[in-house]
């Protein structure tokens, strides 16, 4: 199987992921539960991923990294903890329903700042009409659909002139796309641990500005047993019950591996092989390829359009084939119908630091057999 879905899940992982995973099972129980040696590799473990994880993203103080079970888990707090009913909100017009649906469900009057595919100065000047008077602003680093890497930085910009808490959802971008988190300035950032950043399924991280949040979740932690609250220090006021000590085993595992390899490097890998797989594509007709004109502005994501075949026909023909793309809305009709394909979906094609020149050009090869 040439495995081209990565935007949904890192199905390719180091072994070194899978080891600490079955490593953590064998040898940690419940970190903050007691003094024994299970329970305190399980406590250095977590702390060790923390640490990694704030290094990675530039955040001052490990407490500020939050474990969540995925960015849709993290996303929840963020805009819980800053939006209440009737709230104005403003959001690109390329983000997920892990946005689009927390804040139609906390009641907030949503403000989309839309603007074209790969045009971030038309991106900034939707937003600078719509922060004025916004309570907050959510804005993806990099669309999911489209591997377009919006201008985040210059939107936070705005944001800290206007005085609007912004949260970035960084699942497309984490583990490729630098995120200085001190930096931008923004209250919150989330993400997948399943994704770039190579870790297991049930793994997320909630970067936090400061302690003023609202926790979705109230149990123990190990620490304050005797109050009824949650305790109002980070990370333990978002960090109830048990800890999935193999999944983050697994995450500073996937997190240890691109600290080696570097973001930058892996991100220059799938660019290379996007490159090569729509250079293959590019003249053919009845093929439309949603590419950028400046590879700055696009990860190792590609959506691709086949006039003949229905999208969600093409991507079985092509698992027929040994080729593992995803297909249909990529639970993003905002971005569909930003960029004009909401009616009939695309194909994407994901590419990821373990897959090859060989399989990009055979997936293209595979996508000539269909036309």
């Known amino acids: 199987m040439i495995y081209l879905d990565s935007a949904a899940t890192s199905f390719l992982k180091p072994a070194s992921v899978r080891y600490a995973v079955s490593e953590a099972m064998r040898t940690m129980s419940s970190p903050g539960r007691g003094g024994y040696e299970s329970a305190m590799r399980a406590a250095d473990t977590v702390l060790d991923?923390?640490?990694?994880?704030?290094?990675?993203?530039?955040?001052?103080?490990?407490?500020?990294?939050?474990?969540?079970?995925?960015?849709?888990?993290?996303l929840n707090i963020a805009i819980r903890s800053l939006v209440r009913p009737g709230d104005r909100v403003v959001i690109s017009g390329y983000e997920h329903n892990a946005v689009w649906r927390p804040l139609h469900g906390v009641g907030a009057d949503i403000a989309v700042a839309r603007a074209p595919l790969f045009a971030p100065d038309a991106m900034v000047r939707a937003f600078r009409e719509l922060l004025p008077g916004a309570k907050a602003a959510v804005c993806t680093q990099v669309s999911n659909v489209f591997g377009y890497i919006l201008?985040?930085?210059?939107?936070?910009?705005?944001c800290r002139e206007q005085g609007v808490p912004?949260?970035?959802d960084a699942s497309q971008s984490a583990g490729t796309v630098g995120l200085d988190f001190d930096r931008l300035g923004c209250a919150f950032a989330a993400m997948p641990g399943h994704k770039g950043l190579l870790g297991p399924q049930g793994t997320g991280v909630l970067l936090c500005r400061d302690e003023d949040v609202t926790p979705?979740?109230?149990?123990?932690?190990?620490?304050?047993?005797?109050?009824a609250a949650m305790p109002e220090f980070l990370p333990d006021r978002l960090e109830p019950g048990t800890h999935n000590v193999p999944g983050v085993a697994g995450l500073l595992a996937?997190?240890?591996?691109?600290?080696?390899?570097?973001?930058?490097?892996?991100?220059?890998?799938?660019?290379?092989?996007?490159?090569l797989f729509s250079r293959r594509l590019e003249q053919e007709k009845g093929l439309r390829l949603f590419r950028a004109a400046d590879p700055a502005l696009q990860t190792g994501v590609l959506s691709v359009q086949i006039d003949a075949l229905d999208c969600e026909e093409a991507a079985a023909r092509l698992g027929e084939k040994g080729v593992a793309v995803r297909a249909g809305l990529h639970c993003a009709p905002l971005a569909h119908e930003t960029a004009g394909t909401l009616e009939e979906g695309t194909v994407r094609f994901s590419?990821?630091?373990?897959?090859?020149?060989r399989e990009a050009m055979a997936a293209a090869d595979a996508v000539l057999e269909l036309l």
């Open 351 to 357: 590419f990821s630091p373990f897959n090859t020149e």
């Open 254 to 275: 996937g997190v240890k591996w691109l600290e080696r390899r570097t973001c930058p490097a892996v991100l220059a890998h799938e660019r290379e092989l996007l490159e």
């Open 166 to 168: 912004l949260i970035v």
């Open 151 to 158: 201008p985040v930085e210059r939107i936070a910009d705005l």
């Open 216 to 227: 979705l979740f109230y149990g123990g932690t190990g620490s304050l047993s005797r109050q």
């Open 49 to 74: 991923c923390r640490v990694a994880l704030a290094d990675l993203f530039c955040v001052r103080d490990p407490a500020q990294v939050v474990f969540t079970s995925s960015a849709t888990h993290g």
